[in-house]
């Protein structure tokens, strides 16, 4: 089995758990893959693209969905905050 970090050549740690992983694509199509926990414990990969998380940010609405618990979670405001910084500075 290939490991993830040969399939991904690019990836960027965060420094609250989440990961950045560029897919091959154009920039402006690139979708962003971030890891997080569920409020139960359980690891989510959410994938949006870059407009879709400022959209989100914008609103103040940034949810994510965790298929085991069936149920959606409003992300934390240091996980929004260091979204919006990487988003900001173009690390994401």
Known sequence: MVGV???YR???QLSIGIERKKLEMNDSDA???LKTTCPKGHRVTPLYSREELRKSLERDKLQFYC???ESP???GP???ANISKRLA???L
């Open 89 to 91: 500075d173009g690390s």
């Open 5 to 7: 970090n040969s399939i």
């Open 67 to 69: 298929g085991e618990c």
């Open 78 to 80: 240091e996980e929004k």
């Open 73 to 75: 979670w409003e992300a």
């Open 10 to 12: 690019m990836t960027y």
């Open 31 to 33: 979708k962003v893959i």
